[in-house]
C-alpha cells in the first residue's frame, strides 16, 4: 500500500521547487505532472484547468501529448467534467462502466481502465480536475485518494499564483453551471426580500497550503483543539445551547468529536504530508464529505453534519477568524445564512441593511423569529444543505410568504419577483392607509390594537402604524445588546425616551426577560450547572426575583422615568400569585424609597401579568383582585401547553394555534377574570397572523399587542368580521371540534370574502 504521507511530502515538496522555478507555466505544468505521476508510481497523471469556460487539458503524463490544448471539455461533461461540476472525487475501477464516461480518441486513453479524479478547489469554486490512470482494473486505495486530495490542495494555491486561472472566470461560470436552484423551507416570518447571500459564520478562506515549519503547525492545531473543547464545554452550562430532551444528546455528540482522537490524528496526519494546520483540517474534511455522500441513514448523516460544523469551529479558531458577518458589517442589502441564530446576534445587524434571514433550523416561536418578526425582517427556516447550494455573494430572492427562496435567479425570475414584490408593496400602502382609523368590526365593536417593541428605534412604528399604544416593550432587548450590564442611569433614560416617543399612549414595560434562549454572557448560573430544559428553567421572573438588584435596579429606573405618568408594568413568567407579589413588593420597596427622597413619582402605576404557564389559570380567582391587566403570552403558552420545546426544529410545525385545546384554553381565562375590572390581551405571535386573529376574536378576545408589520393587516380584517357571527360559529366548533379548525376557520372566511393569508 502506498505510503501517502510520505509520498505527498515528497511530492509537495518538488511542486515547490517546481513553481517558484522561473520557467514558463507550461514547463511547470508539464513538470508537476511528472512529478505527481511519479510520487502516486502513476501510468497517467493530467491536469485539467478552466479556460474559457471549458475544462482544457493543460498538461499530461501517459495521456498523447497531442491532445494538449485540444482536449477540452465542459462542466458536467465526462468523468472530468461531473468532478467539477459536483466538486467531488471519482475513484473507479473501470472507467467506461461509468454512465458519464466520454471517450476521447486523441488521448489514447484506450487501454487505461482504473481511473480517479479530484477537483482543484480554490476559494470554494472547481478551477481544475487532477486525475490519474492506470491500465489494471482497480479501485485507487483510499491512502492514494487521500494524497491525490492533498496534492490538489497545493496545486490550486500554486496554479492560481501562477496566475494559470481565472478566477473571476471561474466564479461566474460556477454560478451559470450551477444555474438557478430553488431552497425550500418552513415559513417563520412572512415578507419578500432580494439581496446578496451573506453567512452568518462565514468559510474562512485558505491562503496558505504548504507548511513552512511542520511542529509550528501541529502546536497550532493542538491549542485550537484546547480552546474548542473549552468551548464545547462551556456550551454545557449555557442554556443557548439546550433543545429540550435533546439536549444532551447533541451535546454528547459535540463531546464525542471534539475529544476523538482519531479526527486529531488524521489533521496530525495530514500536517506531516507537509501542509498547514488550516490546509491540514480542510484536507481531513474533504474525506468526511465524501463518506458524507455515501451515507443513507439519516440520522448518521446528520451527526457527520455536527462534524462539518465542528471542523468549521475549528478552522476559525486555528485561523483566527472568529468574527461573524455582523462585525465586518453588511455593504450592501443582504440575506443571511445560519444554521440559527440567537436574538442578540440578529441585533448585531444593520437593519438598514439585512433584508431577510435563512436558516437550516428555526421554529416558529423561537425568540430569534419574534425579534426578526419585530424588525420586519422575513426568516425562512428549516433549509437543509445550505451550504452545498448557496454561495457567498450569490443573489438570492427570498418569499417567505410562499415557503420558498430562489438562487442565482434567471432575469425572467427577478421580473417576476419584482412584480409580486410591487404588489406586495400596494397592499402595504393600502393597510399604511388605515393608519388614522380606529380599529373597529363590522359590527362597530372596538377592538384595541396595540404593538410589540423592544428596541428605542421602534417608537417611529407607534406613529406609522397608528396603534393604540405599545402592549409590550420587551426591556430585555437592551440587556441582549449590551456587553455589560446595562446601569440604572442608562436603562432610565431608555424608559423616559420611549413614554416621551409614545406620547399620551400607553406603554406597558415588560420586567427584564432574559434566560431559555434570551442568554447574557455576563449572566450565569450561580452553580455554573447547565439546565436540560432551559425554557422552563432558570428565566424570567425566576431570575428577577433570585437576583433582586437586577429587579431593583429596573423598578427605580421605570419608576423614575415615569415621574408624572402613568406607569405600566408586567411581570413575565409569573406561575403562582406569591411570585406576583413578591415583584410588586419590590417595586413597593422603591417607590417608599423615592417618596423618601422626595422625588417626582408616577401618577399612578398599573401592574399586570403575563400568562404563559398554565398553571396560573387555576389561581385566577386569587390573582385577579390584584391585577389591572393581564396578557396571554401565546409563543411560550403553547410550547408549554403541547409539552412541545419550541427550540426543537422538529416540533416546528407539530401543532396548530388554532387548535381548539389553545382556544379553549384562552376562553377560559377570559372567563376566569370575569367580574374583575382586569383587562385581558393576548401578546403574542399569534395575534398578528389573520386567521389566529379571527379565531381570537371568535373566543371573546378584544385586546390585542402584535408585531408593527401586522397591525395594519390586523386593522383591515376586522373590518371585515361581524363579532357576533365568528363568535356564534367559534362557540359550536369548541363544543363539537372539526376534524380541522384551521380548515374550518378558512373555509368560513372564504364564504365571506375574507382573505386570511
Not at 484546547?226 to 435533546?246: C, H, S
Not at 458524507?292 to 439519516?298: E, G
Not at 440520522?299 to 472568529?322: C, F, K, P, T
Not at 356564534?728 to 366548533?733: F, I, K, Q, R, T
Request: one cysteine or more; charged letters at 25%.
Amino acid at each position: 500500500m502506498l505510503n501517502a504521507i510520505a509520498a505527498a511530502r515528497t511530492i509537495l515538496t518538488r511542486l515547490h521547487e517546481v513553481m517558484a522555478s522561473r520557467n514558463p507555466a507550461q514547463a511547470k505544468l508539464n513538470t508537476v505532472v511528472e512529478v505527481i505521476g511519479e510520487g502516486l508510481d502513476s501510468e497517467v497523471c493530467s491536469i485539467y484547468l478552466l479556460r474559457e469556460g471549458m475544462l482544457e487539458l493543460f498538461a499530461t503524463k501517459g495521456l498523447a501529448q497531442e491532445a494538449v490544448h485540444v482536449t477540452r471539455m465542459a462542466i458536467g461533461e465526462g468523468l472530468v467534467g461531473t468532478i467539477a461540476g459536483n466538486a467531488d472525487t471519482l475513484n473507479l475501477a473501470e472507467a467506461t462502466a461509468h454512465p458519464d464516461f466520454s471517450y476521447r480518441p486523441e488521448t489514447g486513453e484506450d487501454k487505461f481502465h482504473s481511473f480517479a479524479g479530484v477537483p482543484i478547489v480554490h476559494r470554494e469554486r472547481a478551477v481544475g480536475v487532477l486525475c490519474v490512470q492506470h491500465v489494471d482494473p482497480r479501485r485507487y486505495e483510499e491512502v492514494e485518494i487521500e494524497a491525490l486530495q492533498t496534492v490538489a490542495m497545493v496545486l490550486s494555491e500554486l496554479i492560481s499564483g501562477a496566475g494559470l486561472v481565472d478566477e473571476e472566470e471561474a466564479w461566474a461560470l460556477s454560478s451559470a453551471q450551477s444555474g438557478p436552484a430553488q431552497l425550500r423551507g418552513l415559513t417563520l416570518v412572512k415578507g419578500l426580500a432580494a439581496g446578496q447571500a451573506v453567512f452568518h459564520q462565514p468559510r474562512v478562506t485558505i491562503e496558505h497550503t504548504v507548511a513552512e515549519d511542520t511542529e509550528a503547525e501541529r502546536q497550532r492545531v493542538y491549542l485550537a483543539f484546547d480552546k474548542m473543547r473549552d468551548q464545547i464545554e462551556r456550551m454545557a452550562a449555557q442554556a443557548e445551547f439546550g433543545v429540550g430532551g435533546e439536549h444532551e444528546e447533541v451535546l454528547e455528540t459535540y463531546k464525542m468529536f471534539a475529544y476523538d482522537e482519531g479526527w486529531k490524528r488524521r489533521i496530525n496526519e495530514a500536517i506531516d504530508s507537509g501542509l498547514t494546520a488550516e490546509a491540514a483540517i480542510e484536507r481531513v474534511q474533504q474525506h468526511t464529505r465524501m463518506r458524507m455522500r455515501q451515507i443513507d441513514d439519516p440520522l448518521l448523516a446528520d451527526r457527520m453534519h455536527d462534524l462539518e460544523d465542528l471542523a468549521n469551529r475549528l478552522m476559525r479558531i486555528v485561523s483566527g477568524q472568529l468574527g461573524t458577518a455582523a462585525a465586518k458589517g453588511l455593504r450592501q442589502d443582504a440575506i443571511l445564512i445560519a444554521r440559527n441564530l440567537g436574538p442578540a446576534e440578529l441585533l448585531e445587524y444593520d437593519k438598514r441593511r439585512l433584508k431577510g434571514v435563512i436558516l437550516e433550523e428555526g421554529s416558529l416561536t423561537a425568540h430569534v423569529v419574534i425579534v426578526a418578526r419585530a424588525m420586519g425582517v422575513p426568516v425562512l427556516g428549516r433549509v437543509s444543505s445550505l451550504r452545498g447550494v448557496v454561495r457567498e455573494g450569490d443573489l438570492l430572492l427570498l418569499d417567505a410568504d410562499n415557503a420558498a427562496a430562489t438562487v442565482r435567479p434567471t432575469p425572467a425570475m427577478e421580473d417576476v419577483f419584482n412584480a409580486r414584490f410591487a404588489r406586495n408593496r400596494e397592499k402595504q400602502a393600502a393597510w399604511a392607509a388605515l393608519r388614522d382609523v380606529e380599529p373597529r368590526t363590522k359590527d362597530g365593536e372596538r377592538i384595541t390594537v396595540m404593538m410589540n417593541a423592544g428596541l428605542r428605534d421602534d417608537m417611529p412604528m407607534l406613529g406609522m402604524t397608528g396603534a393604540d399604544g405599545i402592549g409590550l416593550f420587551r426591556t430585555e432587548f437592551q440587556f441582549l445588546v449590551s456587553a455589560t450590564l446595562p446601569a440604572r442611569d442608562r436603562q432610565t433614560r431608555l424608559y423616559r425616551d420611549v413614554l416621551d416617543a409614545a406620547g399620551n399612549k400607553p406603554v406597558v414595560f415588560r420586567t427584564v426577560d432574559i434566560g431559555g434562549d434570551k442568554v447574557l454572557p455576563y449572566l450565569r448560573h450561580d452553580d455554573g450547572e447547565g439546565e436540560e430544559n432551559p425554557a422552563m428553567g432558570w428565566r424570567a421572573l425566576r431570575v428577577a426575583l433570585e437576583r433582586e438588584g437586577l429587579l431593583k435596579a429596573q423598578a427605580r429606573a421605570l419608576l423614575e422615568a415615569s415621574a408624572g405618568r402613568t406607569l405600566h408594568v408586567m411581570f413575565p413568567m409569573v406561575s403562582e400569585p406569591w411570585e406576583f407579589d413578591a415583584a410588586k413588593a419590590v417595586f413597593d420597596a422603591q417607590l417608599k424609597w423615592l417618596k423618601g427622597q422626595k422625588k417626582m413619582l408616577p401618577e399612578a402605576i398599573r401592574y399586570g401579568a403575563m400568562l404563559e404557564v398554565p398553571a396560573l389559570a387555576e389561581m385566577l380567582d386569587v390573582l385577579a383582585p390584584k391585577l389591572s391587566f393581564l396578557s396571554i403570552g401565546t409563543n411560550d403558552l403553547t410550547q408549554f401547553l403541547f409539552a412541545a420545546d419550541r427550540a426543537n426544529p422538529k416540533l416546528a410545525e407539530r401543532y396548530d394555534w388554532v387548535s381548539p385545546s389553545i382556544l379553549r384554553f384562552i376562553r377560559r381565562v377570559l372567563k376566569g377574570v370575569e367580574g374583575h375590572n382586569v383587562n385581558v390581551a393576548v401578546c403574542g405571535e399569534m395575534g398578528g397572523r389573520r386567521l389566529e386573529a379571527l379565531a381570537l376574536i371568535g373566543v371573546g378576545v378584544r385586546r390585542l399587542s402584535i408585531t408593527p408589520a401586522s397591525v395594519g393587516p390586523i386593522k383591515e380584517l376586522l373590518t371585515r368580521v361581524d363579532t357576533r357571527e365568528i363568535g356564534e360559529a367559534m362557540n359550536g366548533w369548541l363544543e363539537n371540534p372539526p376534524p380541522s379548525m384551521r380548515e374550518a376557520l378558512m373555509q368560513w372566511a372564504a364564504e365571506r370574502g375574507i382573505d386570511c393569508d
